[in-house]
């Protein structure tokens, strides 16, 4: 960067880099007087922070009261220009700036972001629009800044939608419950698997609520898939196998104790934990997730008196679908056999009886003949048994989160889930939930009803040409429809009434046509 900044910040790893470039290998000799000499004089480095943060996460030493301090430095020395980086410019980039910006800024200038939503998109308008990768970014910058998390926004994340190419161009893979994107709603709570049958909804297309605005995001990099140890820091451990386990499969959460390890691993749970951490390289997904949990054990136990182990703490996963011993297809390690080395196995859907990946597995009630069960269920019958995901966890500020808005419970990186998912029937959309007639249907309605071509003229002089739109929902009676037409009963006196059959209550009426 030229000219220098006078403080460079960001991840130590992507600072370092710049060093490098401030050396001058190149050598001029027997040039006493050549202004060209000037070229090869090495800089010194502006003022430095190397900040321990790694990729799509958060800084690991920087509480409120880091950024706090640093804004009075940066006016204590009369700090000018500040160079933030990472390695894509995007999250944590965003982190920084949103943070920089909130403390550098006077009371007057804050009243127009009122909570971590507003203030990562003025970020966003003069920076970048991919600013902050993260929902727990989001929550970080809401602790730091001391201000509520807001909506959810819409991050910047990679599509999973397979594709095969050949010489014409693109064609999408047929979609399978191997291949099947995660969608969420870049605004509200909505999310489903990717679906191109039932109700045909793809990434990028409108949610299905009919009141919301926003799009659909794929989120299967971030909740569906735990195969990449640089990671860990954004999945979550399961207590019954030991193993990283997928946002949509957690099905049993709660706080993270002394008393959930012995139920969950067994009475010398320390010593399974041990034997596990030896069985799996330190360098391994589920080997960085025993060492984080146990790190998160000792936490604990050095932050709370023993009395206090049963009171809500850290989040973490009992069990997930393929592993709880309520559901028909599950299996659970037995951590009394010496033999047992836990982890998490491919599973049946107790739907089609499909071998599929426990990460993709979500548990959903079947009733037949032998009664109400909790079976597996894979992406596929999910979708075409009309399902979605509807959330559990809420954000109430900074790391902190309520599972069915009730009792509160601590995040930590590593360990908790980034979200509780349960299946619940897919909402109606807004064609679905409000019956649209269009000018067709209102054509064949007035020739229905009777009218002749002058009174239907009549009709589209007093709507506008045509172009009125009627909604109808289970709230309209035919009054409200007939006012909206600017029409009323007496000027349908020579209407047949055989041919106007619906009462008021009449419920074949609702729905729309």
């Known amino acids: ?22 050396t001058v290998e190149s050598v001029g000799k027997n040039m006493e007087g050549w202004k060209v000499q000037k070229f090869f004089v090495a800089r010194e480095p502006p003022a430095v922070i190397e900040l321990d ?15 706090e301090t640093l804004v009075e430095d940066i006016r204590e020395q009369g700090i000018k220009s500040i160079h933030t980086m990472c390695m894509g410019g995007h999250g944590r980039t965003g982190i920084q700036l949103a943070c920089l910006k909130w403390h550098l800024a006077t009371e007057e200038e804050r009243k127009a972001w009122p909570d971590a939503n507003a203030l990562i998109a ?121 193993d990283v386990c997928s946002v949509p499969s957690a099905l049993a959460v709660g706080p993270l104790t002394v008393g959930a390890m012995e139920t969950w691993v067994g009475k010398n749970w320390p010593k399974i934990l041990d034997k596990a951490m030896s069985q799996n390289s330190k360098v391994s997904t589920r080997g960085k997730m025993i060492r984080q949990l146990k790190d998160a054990l000792n936490d604990i136990e050095s932050e709370y ?25 599950a299996k ?44 597996t269920i894979c992406p596929d019958c999910m979708t075409s048994s009309g399902l979605e995901f509807e959330t559990r966890m809420h954000t109430v500020g900074g790391m902190h989160v309520t599972i069915d808005e009730d009792k509160v419970y601590r995040i930590v990186d590593g360990v908790s889930p980034q979200g509780v998912l349960v299946t619940a029937t897919l909402r109606a959309s807004a064609d679905e939930k409000y019956g649209v007639i269009d000018d067709k249907q209102i054509q064949a309605g007035l020739e229905e009803l009777g009218l002749t071509k002058d009174e239907m003229a009549g009709y589209y002089d007093a ?33 047949d009434e055989d041919l106007y059959p619906y009462e008021e209550d009449d419920d074949s009426l609702y729905g729309g046509v």
């Open 53 to 67: 943060f790694p990729d799509f996460g958060v800084p690991m030493d920087c509480p409120p009261a880091f950024w």
């Open 463 to 495: 709507v506008g040409d045509g172009k009125k739109v009627i909604t109808v929902d289970s709230d309209t009676n035919v009054d409200d429809v007939i006012a909206q037409i600017d029409m009323n009963y007496e000027d349908l006196e020579d209407v």
């Open 1 to 22: 960067m030229t000219p220098l900044p006078d403080l460079a910040m960001g991840p130590d790893s992507e600072v370092k880099k710049g060093y490098s470039r401030l």
């Open 332 to 375: 659970t390690a037995d951590w009394s056999d010496k033999k047992e080395r836990g982890g998490k196995e491919w599973t049946n859907c107790g739907f089609c009886d499909k071998n599929v990946s426990p990460d993709r597995l979500v548990a959903a009630r079947k009733v037949n003949k032998d009664g109400d069960k909790l079976h």
């Open 122 to 242: 003025e970020v966003r308008t003069h920076y970048c629009n991919k600013a902050v990768e993260g929902e727990k970014q989001q929550r970080y910058v809401a602790w730091v800044c001391d201000i509520p998390v807001g909506d959810t926004l819409g991050f910047h994340k990679v599509s999973y939608t397979s594709a095969t190419r050949w010489s014409g161009g693109t064609t999408k893979a047929k979609l399978t419950a191997h291949s099947r994107g995660l969608l969420e709603c870049s605004k509200c709570d909505f999310c489903c698997w990717e679906d191109e049958d039932v109700v045909d909804i793809q990434e990028g297309d409108p949610c299905l609520e009919p009141t919301c605005a926003g799009k659909m995001v794929d989120v299967t990099d971030l909740l569906v898939k735990t195969s990449t140890s640089g990671d860990t820091d954004q999945y979550a451990i399961c207590l019954s196998t030991l």
């Open 305 to 329: 008196e023993t009395e206090e182990m049963d009171s809500e703490g850290v989040l973490v996963v009992y069990t997930t679908a393929s592993c709880d011993p309520r559901v028909v297809e």
